[in-house]
């Protein structure tokens, strides 16, 4: 199993099978987003909320994405949580990296309120660079595990 972390301590590799990373079906789209299985109740339950309350995702170009090998944006030592499949960007283009209030303030409070339901960090709140199109896993793997069985995303076995 690879040593290698992401930025928020979940293993990563160059390697998407090493770690799990599958391609998810999000419910109500035609889209698939490659991220951790681990994780992929919550983030691919977050998209499907997204796309439902929010704005659609599977309209127009495919700017919608999980799993990538590669550094934070900026940095040469911290690997992104998008090296673990722990982070989606959804409408990237629409809501690009260091652009602030892409999302009018009714559609932000929903972007606050969907990460903190399904335990994730959203880009748009960082206090450096601000990152709207991204969402990213915010706990442990047995938090991961609780909070997906609490809401009901557990596959039955």
Known sequence: MSELKSYNGWPASKDPAEIGIKSFKVPGTDLKIRCAEKVAPLLIG?????????????????????????????TTDKLSNHSSGTAIDLNAEKHPLGKENTFSKEDAAKCVALAAKYGCKWGGTYKARKDDMHFEIALNPKQTKELIAKLGLAKDE
């Not at 998209?47 to 170009?61: L, N, R, S, Y």
Request: aromatic share 14%; with cysteine.
């Open 46 to 74: 977050l998209a499907q909320e997204f796309h439902e309350t929010i704005e659609p995702i599977d309209e127009g170009t495919l700017d919608d994405w999980g799993y990538c090998f590669r550094m934070v944006r900026g």
